[in-house]
């Protein structure tokens, strides 16, 4: 285990991945930066070991070219853990830097432990219902962190950069045009209290006193999956679930969730959850605290009302 | 052109129970991944608009022929399958289809889901790719073919990015990219002569690995709760309240 190469895009998401890799001990740790000079700057500033590749002719969009600069800088410097974020972009990369490393991978991991000496590392599987616990059995290892799962790393004054030659093929990929995401950036995983609507919020108009509801109780507002990718009634970044934000508030009210593992995984960790819903059968309802069996129609109006 | 749809035969999740924390997949009846059926919505639809084959492909249980019968009547006009008896993990799965499409002719797209419905990896996309030498997006939720050349965008946190991929390439599909027909009754029945291979996975010619991952346990999280029944939305307040949970503006 000759140490660890880590690798996001978001800056954030790199000094989460720094803690990750001090705490699994593997060597030292060394952080790729892909043409973009002021974030080098920046993490090296932070006091991080910056390897950087400046490579006109790559794109962060070609996720081809990213692997092999991954790979390479890894096969140069002689790393065995390459770690990446569990972000979309790092989740895409991470298979491809794995087969071209010959490195077993794991993605959406949340954690890891010693086990038998060697690490061993927890993710979410069958779709959230189970908690898998698994090693990696090849000497080359990547490892795609979940956002969060780790603090950020602090500050120190050992930073430094080191420029890195690479090679890689012409890019088949050309970017027309990137455009930014509505100005919607809630940061669910931050919020303490969280009131989540499922498609049992039958009409767009009541999302109103949704909002007086969470507006009542100082809560973030975020949704099940259908609410925003099938009825676009809110930015998909409010998605709680496997495919979008695991959260651990302190309070989630949940109105009108059926309860499926892939929503659940998403608010388990909450310390207080309220399921209402008119069925009394409802999956939600088993994992919650307090359960009000409600028709939502009646119900919010009267919720706003008790807690204005 | 043909269009390659690589889908995964899982347990179907609703199904799985859970006994004393440990999953019970037995007699959990086998199907395809949701994601994967918008892979192959999207390649029907193309092969609407292009004049193109859709071939599904997958590795799967002694029942993966009865599994993918479902591709069939959706819209693939071919299946191309690997029995694979036991657990198989990503690399080995990415191995496996590789050599599958290395077989077929004039490949133009090679689509898969963003993730499996079981274990939502989302690595064997990126494998196969890196594995044939292909370009790839992922996170794909639409998809223009104009010749040689793929329009596709694809959607991240914080953006969108339009990109123009050259084909051959490997395309991973959102969910949010179409929704997939559910096929009738007649499309399933002839789905049954639509031609299909079956293969052992020593009938590829390719050595398949060593899986890279082993799993030391697989349990359901702990997730009792008290599961208090209120009554009134008065006694939710006041329970919320006694929480610490106090409502006012
Ligand atoms: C790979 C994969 C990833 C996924 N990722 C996610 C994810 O990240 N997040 C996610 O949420 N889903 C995800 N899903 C989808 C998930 O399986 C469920 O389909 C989804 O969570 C259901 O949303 P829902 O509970 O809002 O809707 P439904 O299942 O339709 O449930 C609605 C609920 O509301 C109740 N209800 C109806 N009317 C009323 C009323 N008037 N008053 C009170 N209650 C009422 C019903 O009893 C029901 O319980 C994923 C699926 C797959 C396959």
Redesign the interface.
Known sequence: MAGTLIFSENPALVLELATAALEMDSGPVYALVINNGPQAEKLSNHGLAVLSVDEPGMSS????GC?QAVAQTAGQKDLSMVLLSS???G??????V???MH??????VKGFSL?GGQL?FT?????G??????????PAQVVAVSPRAFAPIAPTATGSIEAVKINVPA???????????AGDTVDLQAAE?LVVVGQGVEDQSDLALVEQVA???KAEIGCSKPVA?DKKWYP??RIIG??GKICKP??A?ILGVSG??QF?VGV?EAQ???S?NNDENAFM??????????DLKE?LP??VR??? | MNIVVAMKEIPD??Q?R?RNRK?VTDDVPRTLGNIDKNALEAAVQIKEKTDSQVIVVGVGSSEVEDTFKEALAAGGDEARLVVWDGEL???QS?QLLAALITKIDSVGLILFGE?S???????????V???LG??????VNRIEIEGSTA?VT?????????????LP?VI?VS??INTARIPSVTQILKAGKKPKEVLAANELGVAIP????????????E?E?????????????K??AD???G???
């Not at chain 1, 309802?285 to 409600?294: H, P, S, W």
């Not at chain 2, 292909?134 to 996170?139: D, E, F, H, I, K």
């Not at chain 2, 060593?210 to 999280?221: F, R």
């Open positions: 969009f070609d996720t081809a692997a972000d979309r972009r989740k895409e990369l991470a298979g491809r794995a087969e071209a490195a077993g991978c794991l993605t959406d086990e061993a993710r979410n599987s069958l779709g219902a189970t908690l898998a616990t698994q090693a990696i059995k090849t890019s088949a990929v050309k970017l027309v045009e990137t455009r930014s995401k209290r507006q009542a109780l990718t998909e970044e496997l495919s302190a309070l009210l499926q593992v659940t388990r207080v959850i309220v209402v309802n088993k994992i919650a605290d307090y359960v009000l069996v409600a119900a009267e919720l008790q807690l204005g | 999740i609703q799985i859970i999953p993990e990503s690399s990415a993730g419905g079981d274990n939502y990896s989302s690595q064997v996309g990126s494998r790719a890196q594995i292909l370009p790839q997006v992922g996170y329009r694809r959607s991240l946190e914080d953006c969108e990015q339009d990109l123009e991929v050259a390439a991973m969910s949010d060593a899986a890279q991952v082993e799993t030391i346990s697989n349990l359901a999280p997730m709760r008290r599961q208090i029944s209120v009554k009134t939305i008065s006694d939710l307040v329970a919320l929480e610490g949970f409502g006012g503006r």
